[in-house]
């Protein structure tokens, strides 16, 4: 007689030992953008959440991702650093845990293994509660090793909450200070954290966990990797070029994820700035057949989850 079939991991996750330590934070994250309704709101508050919304993303897309765990591209340490202060500004942990949880899911995409996969999980696992499990918890340094060679990384890794609390106080300051000097901005302290950080990182936190479940649930599939990973073009916009997420599995290691000429790619105009400022180099570019291949009519193309 067959076993029974075990419940997804995402309901086992709610009760799950020591769980709350992360997820007790994260929930009241979310409630806290309900302050919105006491603090009201500014043009400089919500032109605020719109550029650290922007910049920090980038700063996981950009920096967390293609930089560190794809080593996509090179950096002197200095950049290396302060891409790593940005990445950490999204409060979605240090880049050592996060790097090598993404190196992970390449190692075992959508197969037993992947930390996130809708396809051997649900979609609200994938999505959201694989942070929460305890086997996720750790960072396996042996993934990363190659960052784990340096101490500042360590450093930011071990206390990844210092940078979102350096940057809540900092919003906190800056809207203090525009509201005393400039009464006619209508801002405040407290308005600039809930718009600037609260409601910003909750945005950031949303968008970009749905490239690991979304990613791989929803959208067209240029290529036939042996992942079921799509490419969809709303996600892609709004994750900075993440969306293309096909593209990405297709050549992970490439600094840009937009292959066809039509694909923004946000990360990688940004990369290719930085690239001029020669504050980055050596982008990594993907090769000339899979851009060919692209471009082409595609042979793998269809939409939402696959039969059977």
């Given at each position: 007689m067959a076993a029974p079939e075990a419940p997804p991991r995402s309901g086992r996750l709610i009760m799950a030992k020591g769980s709350w330590r992360l997820g007790v934070p994260f929930v009241l994250l979310h409630l806290s953008c309900l302050f919105v309704l006491v603090v009201g709101w500014s043009p400089v508050a919500v032109a605020t959440a719109v550029v650290l919304y922007v910049v920090r993303v980038f700063g996981i897309t950009g920096?967390?991702?293609?930089?560190?765990?794809?080593?996509?591209?090179?950096?002197?340490?200095?950049?290396?650093?302060?891409?790593?202060?940005?990445?950490?500004?999204?409060?979605?942990?240090?880049?050592?845990?996060?790097?090598?949880?993404?190196?992970?899911?390449?190692?075992?995409?959508?197969?037993?293994?992947?930390?996130?996969?809708?396809?051997?999980d649900d979609l609200a696992y994938a999505h959201l509660f694989w942070m929460f499990a305890p086997s996720n918890q750790a960072t396996d340094t042996e993934l990363v090793?190659?960052?784990?060679?340096?101490?500042?990384?360590?450093?930011?890794?071990?206390?990844?909450?210092?940078?979102?609390?350096?940057?809540?106080?900092?919003?906190?300051?800056?809207?203090w200070g525009l509201g005393h000097?400039?009464?006619?901005?209508?801002?405040?302290?407290?308005?600039?954290?809930?718009?600037?950080?609260?409601?910003?990182?909750?945005?950031?936190?949303?968008?970009?966990?749905?490239?690991?479940?979304?990613?791989?649930?929803?959208?067209?599939?240029?290529?036939?990797?042996?992942?079921?990973?799509?490419?969809?073009?709303?996600?892609?916009?709004?994750?900075?070029?993440?969306?293309?997420?096909n593209n990405h599995h297709r050549f992970p290691g490439g600094a840009?994820?937009?292959?066809?000429?039509?694909?923004?790619?946000?990360?990688?105009?940004?990369?290719?700035?930085?690239?001029?400022?020669?504050?980055v180099h050596d982008l990594r570019p993907v090769p000339a057949q899979v851009l060919a291949a692209a471009r082409s009519p595609r042979s793998a193309a269809g939409s939402g989850r696959p039969a059977g």
């Open positions: 920096f967390y991702h293609r930089c560190f765990s794809h080593r996509a591209f090179r950096v002197s340490r200095p950049v290396q650093l302060a891409g790593a202060v940005l990445g950490a500004s999204a409060a979605q942990r240090g880049p050592l845990w996060w790097s090598a949880h993404h190196r992970r899911h390449h190692r075992s995409t959508d197969r037993p293994g992947d930390p996130h996969s809708p396809v051997v090793a190659d960052l784990a060679a340096y101490p500042e990384l360590r450093f930011l890794d071990r206390f990844h909450h210092l940078v979102p609390l350096a940057t809540l106080v900092a919003l906190f300051a800056f809207g000097l400039d009464p006619a901005l209508a801002t405040s302290g407290p308005q600039m954290v809930v718009w600037g950080f609260c409601l910003s990182t909750v945005a950031l936190y949303q968008v970009t966990f749905a490239v690991n479940s979304l990613g791989h649930w929803v959208g067209s599939r240029r290529f036939e990797t042996t992942d079921d990973s799509r490419n969809n073009w709303w996600l892609a916009l709004l994750a900075l070029g993440e969306g293309w997420h840009r994820a937009g292959f066809a000429r039509w694909e923004l790619d946000v990360t990688w105009l940004g990369l290719a700035v930085l690239d001029r400022l020669g504050l």
